[in-house]
T-cell receptor
């Protein structure tokens, strides 16, 4: 069974650019959540996708958007990058979006915005 | 909104017990979690407790929940150097959903 994978591992962008991060869910999982973890902070919930539809969103501006594909893999897109977007971006997959369903986290993508 | 607080640092000697504390604000949370993050790695779920329980034990880990005070603790017995990591407390924000709200994390250092 393959765990959650993310690509790329590291990324450097400049302010104003756009970035796409990718996540491959654990086999059989139809729910993907994305989190932003700034240095020295806990992860913050960005949004969740369930069966290709957005299923909840945290306090992030619309320039953070996402997609989930029929194979349940997912993308996080960030437009008009700002310096404060520098962080570790984590995705997590689960069997369903229910409270008791464990989220399995990927290793993250470290984004640096210069 | 949800707010989860933890102390930032804890140092213990190898073989001692570690107790990591957390307070949360959302009384509707149905699940409370403890995650471990090692350097350069993602998050690993250690254990979780359902909100109608007050204690859960899993090998060296003991979770205590005081729902009245909204206080959660994680006790690690016989702490080992491999336990050195950042520990996050997390709650689910809405009943029935599994999006997580995390604390800032407690960095546990185990001294040999």
């Amino acid at each position: 069974e393959t765990g959650v994978t993310q690509s790329p591992t590291h990324l450097i962008k400049t302010r104003g650019q756009q970035v796409t991060l990718r996540c491959s869910s654990q086999s059989g999982h139809n729910t993907v959540s994305w989190y932003q973890q700034a240095l020295g902070q806990g992860p913050q919930f960005i949004f969740q996708y369930y069966r290709e539809e957005e299923n909840g969103r945290g306090n992030f501006p619309p320039r953070f958007s996402g997609l989930q594909f029929p194979n349940y893999s997912s993308e996080l897109n960030v437009n008009a990058l700002e310096l404060d977007d520098s962080a570790l971006y984590l995705c997590a997959s689960s069997l369903a979006p229910s409270g008791g369903d464990e989220q399995f986290f990927g290793p993250g993508t470290r984004l640096t915005v210069l | 909104g949800e707010d989860v607080e933890q102390s930032l640092f804890l140092s213990v000697r190898e073989g001692d017990s570690s107790v990591i504390n957390c307070t949360y604000t959302d009384s509707s949370s149905t699940y409370l979690y403890w995650y471990k993050q090692e350097p350069g790695a993602g998050l690993q779920l250690l254990t979780y407790i359902f909100s109608n329980m007050d204690m859960k034990q899993d090998q060296r880990l003991t979770v205590l929940l005081n729902k009245k005070d909204k206080h959660l603790s994680l006790r690690i017995a016989d702490t080992q150097t491999g336990d050195s990591a950042i520990y996050f407390c997390a709650e689910t924000g809405q009943t029935g959903a599994n999006n997580l709200f995390f604390g800032t994390g407690t960095r546990l250092t185990v001294i040999p």
